[in-house]
């Protein structure tokens, strides 16, 4: 009797990508056919307006493996991502972007590595190509500033291109956050993790979905995009913004207190101090500390609202390629 092969699950949350897909399709056949597995090629459609759907389909009558989810409308790539982790049936999960930038050619390291025992395999971008310098300097802020802040220990660098075991899948798929910092939870589920090194390629066609500074107010205001990304990787592990503002607190309070003793004695001195100086150092005190502890509590309040709403994380539109039992 022939050993019955392991199943890879290859997920690829996308948008509009239907200019990469067909050489997406074809480089993730060649790597995945290369080693010893069985596959399937999960693609979770984040409400594309372009033909991508339609290719997909026509590629699945060449290739069974290929399977898509559509979603019912815009959710988002983390969202994504977990819907297309429910329907896997791989004994491992590889999740990455579609637009060519994460190398299919390094699925078999990744494979390799789990197959040595890893629950979890992080990819680390040694490179980035076709990216600003300017965008480099703030993404490797932003990394430096959530790994600082974080309660868990994050690995810089390591993107959205990561294998994990079945058993990592299901615990991760139980934690019900709704607005997920994906590669903060990966990490906090633990198990044994390892890292392998890449070099990050340039767009394999189309815009980037994830622009700088485009919308910035719409991303904020929603926890989308870079900014929003930000947002929820520095408060998803750490109470650390609302130290600071409480340290802050303290500093602002001990200054006015330190100014307020100093006028007193230009007071008692008969130096007779301005009174605007007596109204600056009151309001100056107060007001900062409130504004600083409202913003802080706001954006963990936020977050608290969106859980506790029960709203679901994704809804699913339609299935194609599926069987029935998946």
Not at 157 to 174: I, P, T, Y
Not at 220 to 243: D, E
Request: proline share 4%; hydrophobic share 45%.
């Amino acid at each position: 009797m022939t050993e019955k092969l392991p199943v890879v699950s290859v997920i690829l949350s996308f948008r509009n990508e239907a200019e990469v897909i067909p050489e997406l399709i074809r480089r993730l056949q060649v790597a995945l056919r290369s080693v010893p597995v069985d596959y399937e090629l999960i693609f979770v459609n984040d409400d594309s307006s372009d033909r991508s759907l339609e290719i997909l389909k026509k590629s699945a009558q060449e290739d069974r493996g290929i399977k898509v989810i559509t979603m019912s409308r815009r959710f988002g790539v983390s969202e994504c991502a977990l819907a297309g982790m429910q329907y896997a049936k791989g004994d491992a999960v590889v999740y990455m972007d579609a637009d060519l930038q994460d190398p299919p050619e390094v699925i078999p390291q990744l494979i390799a590595k789990w197959r040595e025992g890893a629950d979890v395999v992080h990819t680390v971008r040694s490179r980035r190509e076709g990216e600003s310098t300017l965008k480099l300097t703030l993404t490797d802020a932003a990394y430096h500033l959530i790994s600082v802040w974080a309660d868990v220990p994050l690995t810089s660098e390591a993107g959205d291109f990561k294998l994990l075991s079945r058993r990592a899948v299901a615990e991760l798929l139980q934690l019900k956050e709704k607005t997920p910092y994906l590669r903060g939870l990966v990490a906090w589920i633990g198990f044994n993790q390892v890292i392998i090194s890449y070099k990050r390629e340039a767009r394999g066609g189309g815009d980037t979905k994830f622009p700088l500074f485009r919308n910035i107010f719409h991303d904020l205001a929603n926890l989308r995009g870079p900014i929003g990304t930000l947002v929820i990787g520095l408060t998803s592990f750490s109470l650390f913004p609302i130290m600071i503002f409480l340290l802050l607190g303290f500093l602002i309070f001990g200054s006015s207190l330190i100014a307020f003793s100093v006028l007193l004695v230009l007071a008692i001195l008969q130096l007779n101090p301005a009174w605007w100086l007596w109204l600056i150092t009151v309001i100056s005190a107060f007001s900062g500390l409130q504004l600083l502890g409202i913003g802080a509590l706001g954006v963990y309040l936020g977050r608290v609202y969106q859980d506790v709403r029960g709203r679901p994380r994704h809804i699913v539109e339609s299935v194609f390629g599926f069987e029935p039992h998946e």
